[in-house]
């Protein structure tokens, strides 16, 4: 089992910038690949970023790509989601999760282990 909580969240000013956390506990955090999900009211759950157990493999989506950066410290057991030039569009509630000696993927079914989210709201 991995534990997974979610940290960061707030309410920001269009343009703004956030620092999303997630601290992991109970098995080896470098075993698994991280990602980022978001979930706005009435929509979805869609991915976000993606790192790779080393932390030297990326992937973003399109609609964050340039101003999001997903990045991990194996020696902290955190993942971390620098959120830059945010738009009212990137309200949601922010989950991470944990993929068990997966890759980078976007499709959340690949994931194990979730977080219980941590709301982000941008205002206009």
Same mark, same amino acid.
């Given at each position: ?8 969240? %707030?309410?920001?000013?269009?343009? %703004? ?12 955090? +470098? ?14 759950? !869609?991915?976000?970023?993606?790192? +790779?157990? +080393?932390?030297?493999?990326? &992937? ?5 790509? %340039? ?21 009212? !569009?990137?309200?949601?509630?922010? &989950? ?14 690949? &994931? ?10 941008? +205002?206009?």
């Amino acid at each position: 089992q991995v534990q997974l909580v979610e940290s960061g969240g %707030g309410l920001v000013q269009a343009g %703004g910038s956030l620092r999303l956390s997630c601290a992991a506990s109970g098995r080896t955090f +470098s075993n698994y690949a991280m990602g980022w999900f978001r979930q706005a009211p009435g929509k979805e759950r !869609e991915f976000v970023a993606a790192i +790779s157990w +080393s932390g030297s493999n990326t &992937y973003y989506a399109d609609s964050v790509k %340039g101003r999001f950066t997903i990045s991990r410290d194996n020696a902290k057991n955190t993942v971390y989601l620098q959120m830059n030039s945010l738009k009212p !569009e990137d309200t949601a509630v922010y &989950y991470c999760a944990a993929n068990y000696l997966g890759g980078v993927v976007a499709g959340p079914n690949a &994931y194990d282990y979730w977080g219980q989210g941590t709301q982000v709201t941008v +205002s206009s």
